[in-house]
């Protein structure tokens, strides 16, 4: 519900695309199933907030970001209590401005984190709005390199069986995906390696095949599981890459690994601003970036770390939420591979689940706009609070 606030008017003469009304939602939706890894334990809910701007011209543009069930009511305040009311009297348009003004707002009280989560929400209705005025898809408004992406399907099932794991993978390839993730961190590193050969054997060796330890180990751990990786036959039996291996911050642990033996490594979903990454990168302790739109600052923060990452002459990834991150993977020249995640925010969208092509490559939404439009009334009983701001009219 809408709060009286005593704003400022920006009704002025020439007062056009101005921000003239913000409302954030947050909604806790329950997962059709318990998943687990190795370090954030079990899932049963996720978290969705999103952000709606309206503006003084008619139009309007939705963000959001999401969470793994936990954190969601912080973001929603601090969009509620700081982001919001400063936004409004704000000319829309002028994206990075405002990016950077609320960066500069909080920065005092929050350098990335839940203020990365809160940013990406309100920059991504940014974008929306851009893209719809422009009557542009944003793939193709944000550089529009390619009309499809290179694409795998991951799963939160380090709780699940082999038999569980084996029956999984194999229904994403009856989807038409042309590779898959999986989560390790077992208690022994044969058991991993035991899920590994089960899952390859199951999807044959063409298709491609990715392992995730979700930051779960010691550095020496992590050597001991690169060094079996490498002792299996390159392309037909060793994964692609091995995803955060231990923890996010231990840039040196990662480039050691790279180093010593060999493996190639991905990461980058717990890293939540540029400068993370550019510390990852000096150091040399990544192959496979995975910037996150719901948590680097949204689509104008992801596009900076693409374009840092294409400095270093690096590919570009991304993690979860697969309903925007088609559009961005397609819209830069070194795209690489778009995670397919298991928290489902694009079933609660218009467009659906993830479209292919009969290569398994991701296809971009065409229609103006981001290209994820929510079905409110589908997420509706899962509202946990919402708040709206306006700005006076004289």
Not at 340 to 359: C, N, Q
Request: charged share 20%.
């Amino acid at each position: 519900s809408g709060r009286p606030l005593p704003l400022p008017s920006i009704m002025a003469p020439g007062a056009l695309n101005r921000i003239s009304k913000a409302t954030a939602q947050w909604f806790q939706i329950p997962l059709p199933q318990v998943v687990e890894d190795a370090k954030h334990g079990s899932h049963t809910v996720f978290d969705v907030i999103t952000v709606t701007l309206e503006t003084t011209d008619g139009k309007g543009g939705t963000g959001y970001t999401y969470t793994g069930g936990r954190g969601g009511g912080a973001v929603f305040s601090l969009l509620e209590d700081d982001l919001l009311p400063l936004l409004l009297g704000k000319d829309a348009s002028r994206v990075e401005h405002l990016w950077q003004l609320m960066q500069d707002h909080v920065h005092y009280v929050g350098r990335g984190g839940i203020v990365s989560f809160a940013v990406s929400a309100v920059d991504i209705a940014l974008w929306d709005l851009r893209c719809k005025q422009a009557g542009e898809p944003l793939y193709k408004l944000a550089g529009g390199a390619r009309t499809r992406t290179q694409c795998y399907c991951g799963g939160i099932d380090l709780g699940f069986t082999k038999e569980q794991l084996v029956d999984n993978v194999r229904g994403y390839l009856r989807r038409g995906f042309r590779a898959v993730k999986i989560k390790l961190g077992k208690p022994t590193l044969a058991e991993d390696l035991d899920r590994i050969a089960a899952v390859r054997s199951a999807i044959g060796p063409d298709t491609m095949l990715a392992v995730d330890a979700n930051y779960g180990w010691t550095r020496d751990e992590a050597a001991e599981a690169c060094q079996a990786f490498m002792d299996m036959k390159r392309g037909s039996e060793r994964p692609l890459w091995l995803e955060e291996p231990t923890i996010p911050d231990d840039y040196a642990g990662y480039a050691g690994l790279r180093e010593r033996v060999g493996m190639p490594l991905a990461m980058g979903e717990n890293l939540h601003t540029l400068y993370e990454f550019q510390q990852a990168f000096v150091a040399g302790a990544v192959d496979f970036p995975q910037p996150d739109a719901s948590n680097i600052g949204g689509v104008t923060g992801w596009l900076k770390v693409a374009t840092l990452a294409q400095a270093f002459n690096l590919p570009v990834c991304s993690h979860g939420m697969q309903e925007l991150h088609v559009s961005l993977l397609c819209a830069v020249p070194n795209g690489a591979w778009m995670e397919v995640h298991s928290f489902p925010i694009d079933e609660y969208t218009k467009r659906g689940t993830t479209k292919l092509d009969a290569d398994g490559w991701a296809l971009p939404p065409e229609e103006p706009g981001v290209g994820v439009e929510f079905d409110w009334e589908k997420l509706a009983p899962f509202r946990k609070k919402h708040a709206t701001v306006r700005a006076a009219e004289e």
